[in-house]
């Protein structure tokens, strides 16, 4: 390889990692210029769960195995 060759080789690498590198900041700062934004959230609340007030405690159902209903006894 002559000298042109291997700076023309040396031109387009050094184009090729700038390109990437500009690529990835732009990526990267609208990407978290996303995350900055507040998030709306909207429930769609179920029918039967209109009238429960937050932080109301609900009925929950214990499942046991086998081998914890027999310690038990």
Known sequence: MNEV??????V???ATC???????WTTMTATLRELDKPIKRTYDIHPEMEDVKDGEELLV??????EEDTEEE
Do not use: E, P
């Open 61 to 66: 159902f214990r499942t046991f195995t086998l």
């Open 12 to 14: 387009c690498f050094a």
């Open 5 to 10: 060759t291997v700076g023309l080789y040396l």
């Open 18 to 24: 700038g390109a990437a590198i500009a690529f990835m």
